[in-house]
Nanobody, 121 residues
Framework: QVQLVESGGGLVQPGGSLRLSCAAS????????MGWYRQAPGKLRELVAR???????NYPDSVKGRFTISRDNTKNTVYLQMNSLKPEDTARYYC???????????????WGQGTQVTVSS
């Protein structure tokens, strides 16, 4: 079974940096895109960064210029480098991937369990 596992979250001070990792494991035959979403208490889950199999990236204005998404296709791993962190970035960050699992006939979305990022003094 395909599984996504995030790591790298924690408590950082405003202006600090953090690097999140998401490793996809299982019998993966294909991937169209991977990305990061976040959800703060009382708010909807929102896109943070996304990267397609072709290398195209997408960021909302709130993180553009501060966050960078990258991937290692050989390891089915995606990273999120977060710089100049703000208290507004505090949320639980979730990894998402659109993958084709061995034995399946169609791609589907998978979600990780999330990792907490807290930006505070």
């Amino acid at each position: 079974q395909v599984q996504l596992v995030e790591s790298g979250g924690g408590l950082v001070q405003p202006g600090g940096s953090l690097r999140l990792s998401c490793a996809a494991s299982g019998s993966i035959l294909g991937m169209t895109a991977m990305g990061w979403y976040r959800q703060a208490p009382g708010k909807l889950r929102e896109l943070v960064a996304r990267i397609t199999a072709g290398g195209s990236t997408n960021y909302p204005d709130s993180v553009k210029g501060r966050f960078t998404i990258s991937r290692d296709n050989t390891k089915n791993t995606v990273y999120l480098q977060m710089n100049s962190l703000k208290p507004e970035d505090t949320a639980r960050y979730y990894c998402n991937a659109n993958l084709l699992e061995y034995g399946s006939s169609a791609y589907r979305n998978y979600w990780g369990q999330g990792t907490q990022v807290t930006v505070s003094s």
